[in-house]
């Protein structure tokens, strides 16, 4: 595992109550660079407890055609065998246990401490900057952030980050491009286009309807990620410019003309200020933290502020 530099912080209070809290995180993970989806994960964590996909499908009240195609698809993204089928079940291969034990330890080590959590974009520099931490959809960052759970907190869309309570630091600004795959469409789709929820996609919306673009919203997900698997369906997207080295080769890119008016930035905040329980030199050391990973973060497809 790659070594990240670290910022010593004090533990909140409010981790002792953790064991009451009735909040369910979000864990994100990546193999060989690729992202395993939230879904992903949880059949795959099925599948290890009943070895049996009609039995995980019954569970998550999903057609059992709707397990394979995912198990399908996470073997082709991973380009790993994940399952051992055979008339008496579904096993898991050695890599696809590796990887449910380690989503288990994480999911058992985020109840014991305070710990850095980022939305999608944000966590696309948090993992430059932190060891620990989680990556999930905004709307779970807040339940997090809402329970005490954080001691800081990176925040993708900049409307957020005066809603919290704390002081937030621009760290990098972003911007929107234009997504289609050319096997299915000759052009971007205006009137077939997938939302993120919790995302700086409202800037979009509203530059959309200021340049008089009519345009429909025809999916809203919670995952960019999902969002570039969907791209394959037919959907067109407006996609973070960081996120542009997710793309496949057959995923076509336009730089919008309006595309200055689609920037947005990429703010943290340390939210252990809430309990007054913060080493008060955070900021400078957040800051020569950034700057000491400025390269990696330009590298990532950011423009630092700082």
Same mark, same amino acid.
């Given at each position: *595992?790659?070594?990240?530099?670290?910022?010593?912080?004090?533990?909140?209070?409010?981790?002792?109550?953790?064991?009451?809290?009735?909040?369910?995180?979000?864990?994100?993970?990546?193999?060989?660079?690729? =992202? =395993?989806?939230?879904?992903?994960?949880?059949?795959?964590?099925?599948?290890?407890?009943?070895?049996?996909?009609?039995?995980?499908?019954?569970?998550?009240?999903?057609?059992?055609?709707?397990?394979?195609?995912?198990?399908?698809?996470? !073997?082709?993204?991973?380009?790993?065998?994940?399952?051992?089928? @055979?008339?008496?079940?579904?096993?898991?291969?050695?890599?696809?246990?590796?990887?449910? $034990?380690? %989503?288990?330890?994480?999911?058992?080590?985020?109840?014991?401490?305070?710990?850095?959590?980022?939305?999608?974009? $944000?966590? !696309?520099?948090?993992?430059?900057?932190?060891?620990?931490?989680?990556?999930?959809?905004?709307?779970?960052?807040?339940?997090?952030?809402?329970?005490?759970?954080?001691?800081?907190?990176?925040?993708?869309?900049? %409307?957020? $980050?005066?809603?919290?309570?704390?002081?937030?630091?621009?760290?990098?600004?972003?911007?929107?491009?234009?997504?289609?795959?050319?096997?299915?469409?000759?052009?971007?789709?205006?009137?077939? *286009?997938?939302? =993120?929820?919790? @995302?700086?996609?409202?800037?979009?919306?509203?530059?959309?309807?200021?340049?008089?673009?009519?345009?429909?919203?025809?999916?809203?997900?919670?995952?960019?990620?999902?969002?570039?698997?969907?791209?394959?369906?037919?959907?067109?997207?407006?996609?973070?410019?960081?996120?542009?080295?997710?793309?496949?080769?057959?995923?076509?890119?336009?730089?919008?003309? %309006?595309?200055?008016?689609?920037?947005?930035?990429?703010?943290?905040?340390?939210?252990?200020?809430?309990?007054?329980?913060?080493?008060?030199?955070?900021?400078?050391?957040?800051?020569?933290?950034? %700057?000491?990973?400025?390269?990696?973060?330009?590298?990532?497809?950011?423009?630092? =502020?700082?």
């Amino acid at each position: *595992m790659e070594e990240k530099a670290r910022v010593n912080y004090k533990k909140s209070s409010n981790s002792d109550n953790l064991k009451d809290t009735k909040l369910s995180p979000v864990i994100q993970l990546k193999y060989s660079n690729q =992202i =395993i989806t939230n879904n992903q994960l949880q059949i795959l964590k099925l599948l290890k407890l009943h070895k049996s996909q009609h039995k995980v499908a019954e569970l998550l009240k999903t057609p059992v055609s709707s397990i394979n195609i995912q198990m399908k698809r996470l !073997e082709s993204k991973l380009n790993l065998k994940l399952l051992d089928s @055979s008339p008496s079940g579904s096993t898991l291969s050695k890599e696809a246990e590796d990887i449910v $034990s380690y %989503y288990k330890s994480l999911d058992k080590r985020i109840l014991e401490k305070p710990f850095v959590a980022c939305g999608f974009i $944000s966590g !696309e520099i948090g993992k430059l900057l932190f060891e620990d931490i989680l990556i999930s959809s905004f709307e779970n960052i807040l339940r997090l952030y809402n329970s005490g759970l954080t001691k800081v907190v990176g925040i993708d869309d900049p %409307y957020w $980050s005066y809603r919290l309570e704390g002081e937030p630091f621009p760290i990098a600004k972003d911007y929107y491009v234009m997504v289609h795959n050319s096997k299915i469409n000759d052009r971007f789709d205006y009137k077939n *286009m997938i939302g =993120i929820h919790h @995302s700086a996609h409202r800037i979009v919306w509203k530059t959309l309807k200021q340049q008089q673009i009519n345009f429909k919203i025809t999916k809203v997900v919670k995952n960019p990620f999902y969002a570039i698997d969907l791209l394959d369906e037919g959907y067109s997207l407006f996609l973070n410019h960081s996120l542009l080295r997710y793309l496949k080769k057959e995923h076509v890119v336009e730089i919008p003309k %309006y595309y200055e008016k689609t920037y947005y930035s990429v703010n943290f905040m340390n939210t252990l200020k809430i309990s007054n329980d913060v080493d008060s030199n955070f900021e400078k050391e957040f800051e020569e933290l950034i %700057y000491k990973k400025e390269k990696e973060i330009k590298n990532a497809g950011f423009e630092l =502020i700082i």
